[in-house]
Nanobody
Framework: QAQLVESGGGLVQAGGSLRLSCTAS????????MGWFRQAPGKEREFVAG????????RYAESVQGRFTISRDNAKNTVYLQMNSLKSEDTAVYFC??????????????WGRGTQVTVSS
């Protein structure tokens, strides 16, 4: 019933920007921490960024810190990932996730289907 749907992925040149969106439907994710993970071909899924329900608890992977910004609009049931200064290493399928708690954690129970981000050089 609860559904997370990502959007905003696509093809972008190195140094460019994209903004990913994740909208919850079928259920209100009140009180849920949310975050973004990504998986590149041949690689394991890795944590990218997370945000608490209130928005005051934010954490980034070292590889994206200073370039990516996570935010959320609870009135719209949406979390965003603003990606700037994109590198070819950022190419991956990006997944939205949610978990009831202060942080999204390593194994959140709710996942979107993913959106492809491809960075060309």
């Amino acid at each position: 019933q609860a559904q997370l749907v990502e959007s905003g992925g696509g093809l972008v040149q190195a140094g460019g920007s994209l903004r990913l969106s994740c909208t919850a439907s079928g259920n209100t994710f009140s009180g849920y921490a949310m975050g973004w993970f990504r998986q590149a071909p041949g690689k394991e899924r890795e944590f990218v960024a997370g945000i608490s329900w209130s928005g005051d608890g934010i954490r980034y992977a070292e590889s994206v810190q200073g370039r990516f910004t996570i935010s959320r609009d609870n009135a719209k049931n949406t979390v965003y990932l603003q990606m700037n200064s994109l590198k070819s290493e950022d190419t991956a399928v990006y997944f939205c996730a949610a978990s009831l708690g202060a942080a999204v954690g390593r194994y959140p129970p709710y996942w979107g289907r993913g959106t492809q981000v491809t960075v060309s050089s």
